[in-house]
């Protein structure tokens, strides 16, 4: 009898200290979900505005060099990317065919030279009428002015540089039949490294602030550790039917480098006009997607809410918002990565 009172004390003494360590177990569990946390006061500031542009290179002066009149195309002296200087002959055309025009031109100013001189010596003896011999003299000058047209076709029969540059695009080759104004050379022109200009689309909102000399920094793709001074040199003033956007060229300050024309570039372009955002630390985004971003603001004394935000712009370890965040004045800036809707959190001073 006293060993089943004894078995029985011992058991009942077994589910009580069970009792006891799931009770403590569920309070360590419950204790796990209390997330320390910091919060900070939101601020805000007036910035500048900058509107982010993409854009290619190019020049300031684009042109298609072409021969004045049509032939084949005997000879093209430069390649694509080749620099030229000015008036450097950049192609000719076969001249068999323009050299017996310029024969045959100087062949009927002698015969009218004759002519004219014949007349006036037959009018002198009463043979010729006035008008005889002013017809004549009309003769002489016709052959003159057609010489000179086929004297300045002669010359347009070569291309020479009209600035210094370098070919983009070499459309035609030699031995080619050519028509009289049909391109032969796409050219760039560069005037000591200064007429190099990052052609961005901007939308119409954007456009109505840009204003030719404001300030830009511009990084190229393919010298991304540099930054390079720019600034607005035009704006367009229709859209572009394709992009339906507005564009912005901007001039580049370049010093030792020279850029290929169609690299792609992104700009930041600082307007007159001022914006008044809020700041906040970049530890305190979560579920960043481009310029959407989430923020959790303290829910009373243990819980938190999350907040939907637009990005302006990241420097450095600040975020700037452009959107949200409307009547908040703390936010959660630390472990905000480990928290959800449901979460405890405990504030720390």
């Not at 008044?276 to 630390?281: A, E, L, S, T, Y």
Request: proline share 2%.
């Amino acid at each position: 009898m006293k060993k089943i009172q004894l078995l029985s004390l011992a058991a009942t003494i077994l589910v009580l200290f069970s009792c006891k360590e799931k009770e403590k177990a569920k309070k360590t569990l419950g204790e796990a979900d209390v997330i320390p946390v910091k919060i900070s006061s939101l601020s805000a500031l007036g910035l500048s505005k900058k509107i982010s542009a993409t854009g290619l290179v190019s020049t300031e002066n684009e042109a298609k060099y072409s021969f004045k009149i049509g032939g084949i195309i005997s000879r093209v002296f430069v390649e694509e990317g080749q620099f030229f200087r000015k008036g450097q002959l950049l192609a000719t055309l076969n001249s068999t065919e323009i050299a017996a025009g310029v024969s045959q031109s100087s062949l009927n100013v002698e015969k009218a030279q004759r002519d004219y001189e014949r007349a006036v010596n037959l009018y002198k003896d009463s043979v010729f009428t006035l008008e005889q011999l002013q017809n004549t003299k009309t003769a002489l000058d016709i052959a003159q002015k057609a010489k000179e047209a086929v004297a300045f076709n002669e010359h347009y029969s070569k291309i020479y540089a009209a600035s210094d540059g370098f070919v983009s695009q070499k459309i035609a080759s030699e031995g080619e039949v050519i028509g009289l104004g049909m391109p032969v050379l796409a050219i760039n022109e560069t005037q000591q490294n200064n007429n190099y200009l990052l052609k961005v689309g901007v939308t119409d909102r954007e456009w109505a602030i840009i204003n030719p000399g404001q300030t830009a920094t511009v990084t190229l793709d393919g010298y991304a550790d540099k930054k390079i001074d720019a600034f607005v040199f035009r704006k367009s003033q229709a859209a572009d039917r394709t992009l339906g956007s507005f564009q912005i060229e901007l001039k580049l300050k370049l010093k030792d480098i020279k850029p290929a024309v169609g690299m792609f570039g992104k700009a930041e372009i600082a307007t007159n006009q001022d914006e008044n955002v809020k700041v906040i630390p970049y530890g305190s985004l979560v579920e960043a997607d481009g310029d959407k971003a989430f923020v959790f603001i303290p829910d009373g004394a243990n819980k938190v809410r999350k907040i939907p935000v637009t990005i302006s712009r990241i420097d450095n370890q600040q975020v700037y918002l452009k959107d949200g965040l409307d009547g908040v004045e703390e936010i959660v800036i630390s472990n905000s990565a480990y928290l959800n809707e449901k979460s405890t959190i405990k504030i720390i001073r």
